[in-house]
């Protein structure tokens, strides 16, 4: 869409709290008039990105019918999850209400949407209510699919030596005390990530290096293995980061096992099991050619689970989703720079569920949120909209307690540091650490009140 211009967060991303051309716009547009209009907006979800962009919407528009639709109770901080799995935060840290985030002039719908027609223009909640929009926002994040890990279920977290740190705050806790126990004895530590999209790609990482600290912390660490098995040949998507992330992994002696996908846990015999091509040939041109598939049985005496991930149900059933792109996973077909979807422009994505190339977690929503903002009220006002999303993707690695890199990047792998000269963003630092541990939630909470 080349009428766009360029809306990049190139500057104090998500960490940062002022500066760049980015957030003077969005000072500027903070201080417009509100427009009047009789507009019906629906959201669905008020995760990170519903609850933002509600508190947006009310301080741009004036009279418009805005309806929140979310069926849980609780918010939750997701990027704490990391931070209670390593026994340095309780559950309670990443929970706080859903109800608290939303502004006044929102009407919060306390179900799940159950259908949604984008022909018709009307969302159907789990209760049966129908619910016309003019303009429809999913936010719905993704859904996390653990059914497709044969024999594993949730009631197994926590013993047996089983984490499941994405699982939830309460999860996540009863995932430290497993972690902890191995650490104490040591072991084999069995880590790696699902074949599909995820959000925060980075988290597998961090918790393999979070393990491996404890382990040298406590003596333990020459009586155990870690392993990571990469679901391909990398183990990052930005190629400068997966050569530091292999040569840190070969400095901590991690075993890294490559096209290893989890397909099934027996958690009594504490062995999980994993798809992995029957042959591999390297083709001149450097590529790989994989054929056929084999099972291969890895005993663990501690593993952190990461189903694969997809959009909700209702979601794939839309008809929203993109038909010739992620089709077992179902992110809906949106243009990457507008976030507009590409064949319903009255419907906008924002956050995880979106079908673009990067950008599953919180630091995205920050820079989706004004660009869908920008693109729905100049369409309210008869405008065209000109914000553009450039991919802005941030991952704060931590590689041990107390030292983090922080990696910001772009839809072209560009690497976009917020702190240029100051924060180099490949080096392990205490100050990246403090990001993560200290900065990260204050600037998420801002988000979520519309005012980061
Ligand atoms: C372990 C872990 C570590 C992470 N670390 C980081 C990090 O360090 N930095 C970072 O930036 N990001 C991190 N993230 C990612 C970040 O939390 C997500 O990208 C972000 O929360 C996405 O926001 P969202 O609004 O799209 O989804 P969510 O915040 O998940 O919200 C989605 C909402 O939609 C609702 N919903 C679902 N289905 C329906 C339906 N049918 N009808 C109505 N509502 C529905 C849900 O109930 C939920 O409230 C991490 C995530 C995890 C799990």
Redesign the pocket.
Known sequence: MSYLKDFRPSRRG?LGLAGGAAVLSLAAQSHAQPISTKAKIVI???????AGMANRLVERLDGAEITI????KD?????G??LIASGLKPAAYSVSG?GDWLPKGVNWVQE???NIDPEAQVITTAGGDKLPYDYLIL?????LDWNAIEGFSLDQVGSNGIGA??AGPDY?EATWRAMDAFTAKGGVGLFGRPATEM??A??PLKYTFITDDYLRRKGTRDASQVIYTAHNDTLFSVPVVNEKVKLLFRDRGFDTRWNHVLTGIDAEARTAYYRIPESRVLNPDGTVTVTGARTEAIAFDFTNVIPPQRA?Q??RDSGLSWADKWVDQGWIEVDQGSLRHLRYPNVFG????NGVPKG??????KWQIPVVEDHLVADIAGREGTAVYNGY????MITKIGRAMLVEFDYKNNLTPSFPGVIAPLEELWISWLM?EIA?KPTYNAMLRGKA
């Open positions: 998500f669905l979800g008020a995760g990170a990105a519903g639709v979310d069926g849980r918010h939750w901080y997701q990027p999850f990391t859903t799940y949407a159950a936010a719905t994040g993704l859904t740190v994405y996540a959000k925060c980075g988290a909700p209702v979601v924002v956050g995880d569920i599953k977690t919180a630091a995205s929503v993707t941030s991952c704060p993560k990260l």
